[in-house]
């Protein structure tokens, strides 16, 4: 099958194009608004951007609270979604008005961040403090603009819960962090994990 995307004619009941660039890990966003509410959102267009200095990025389809919160602040978390915490996740993910603490209804605890003021997820196996580096709204090959806003932030702290450190190293199958594979798929890093080695030995 071949089809192109300006006519996205492609005979499937949804649109493959998200089940294709998968993976997708899922940055768990926490965002303080300046009227001070708390905000706490999964984005699956998350990811890390570059080790040195270490920044990673979330994508906001449209102009969500967690890019005006972060847009106004400059600051933003981002906790680890992880098996264990995955309907959390889901319930934090609801639509509702500016202001809303989706915090108490994913049932979670908001805490500050150490060097950021903003929250994360207390429960979270890990969590980045990041501080904003820029804002895009990507442009289109007709001359316009995308109706997506990228929001990088350069991490400052990482917090690691010691429960899931062995021999010195994250046990991915302690983590199992959940990632976005298409329509309602989801994955998490516990159910096959393997290693592989580089060539050059990296």
């Not at 768990?28 to 267009?45: E, V």
Request: proline share 5%; glycine share 8%.
């Amino acid at each position: 099958m071949f089809y192109t995307t300006d006519t996205n004619r492609h005979r499937m009941q949804h649109d493959p194009f998200k089940a294709i660039v998968a993976p997708r890990p899922i940055g768990w966003i926490g965002t303080k608004g300046r009227d001070a509410s708390i905000n706490l959102s999964p984005y699956s267009f998350f990811n890390v951007v570059s080790d040195d200095p270490k920044i990673v990025m979330f994508s906001s389809s449209g102009r969500k609270d967690s890019l005006r919160n972060a847009e106004e602040t400059g600051v933003f978390t981002a906790s680890l979604a992880s098996r264990d915490l995955a309907e959390q996740v889901n319930a934090s993910s609801i639509s509702v008005p500016y202001g809303t603490d989706e915090f108490a209804i994913a049932g979670v605890t908001p805490k500050r961040g150490e060097l950021v003021d903003a929250p994360y997820v207390a429960e979270a196996h890990a969590v980045l403090e990041c501080r904003v580096t820029d804002l895009i709204q990507p442009k289109t090959l007709d001359g316009g603009r995308a109706a997506s806003f990228m929001v990088f932030g350069q991490v400052v702290g990482i917090h690691i819960s010691e429960s899931v450190i062995r021999d010195e190293r994250i046990d991915m199958n302690l983590l199992r962090p959940i990632a976005r594979m298409g329509y309602r798929d989801f994955s998490d890093g516990g159910t096959d994990v393997f290693q592989l080695t580089r060539p050059n030995g990296g």
